[in-house]
Structures are given as structure tokens and as C-alpha cells.
């Protein structure tokens, strides 16, 4: 399974950007998937996190401002980003949970390559 995230930008705080993540690969079941952000000399952090029938949770750093969605067709996540703030800089990637079945059942998951988002004041 491969991971592309696209939509990472510079906005001021206040505004808004989506992210999207699209997931490929044949003969894989994409199951949850999510978000993670970090910055330089931190360790990455959960974002937000959707499963394959759309439950959805999120860091308390971000509720009421972020809203995750995906589209199952698509196997594509979003991230919708209000109210952005400047600690919300960070490079943010996408994560999947995926299986497959080649004899047994097997589970993996893949990162995409990572967006820069830059909220400035």
C-alpha cells in the first residue's frame, strides 16, 4: 500500500486547510486510518483517527478545530484544519491500517511521505 497526502500549505492562524491522503494498492483492505503531525525534536503525535465504518477520535489539542473524514471508494482521508494556530505547524502524515489474504489473514500498516503545514501569527 502506498500513501500520497497532498493539501499542506502556509496559512495564517485563524484560517484553514484540508488534507487528503489517497491509499493504493491491489488486493489490500484498507481499514483505519489517521493523521499524525510532528515537529523537529519531538516525537509524532496522534491527530486524529478514523475506522473503516467512520468513527472517529481525536488529541484533545485539536477537537472542536479538526475533523477527519474518508472516503471509502476512494480510500482517501481528509483532514479538515480550522482555526488553525501557530503551534499547529508541524509536518503532518497519513497512516493506514491495512490486511490482506494470500492463504491467511495479515495485517500492516504504511505512512505517507509527510506535508508541511506553517500557520504563521
Known sequence: VQLQASGGGLVQAGGSLRLSCAASGV????????????VPGKERELVAHITSDGRSN????????????????????????????????AVYYCRADYSWIFG?????????????????S
Open 27 to 38: 488486493m489490500y483492505t484498507i481499514n483505519g486510518m489517521g493523521w499524525y503531525r510532528q
Open 58 to 89: 481525536y488529541s484533545e489539542f485539536v477537537k472542536g478545530r479538526f475533523t477527519i473524514s474518508r472516503d471509502n471508494a476512494k480510500n482517501t482521508v481528509y483532514l479538515q484544519m480550522d482555526k488553525l494556530k501557530t503551534e499547529d505547524t
Open 104 to 120: 491467511t489473514l495479515s495485517y500492516s500498516d504504511a505512512w505517507g511521505r509527510g506535508t508541511q503545514v506553517t500557520v504563521s
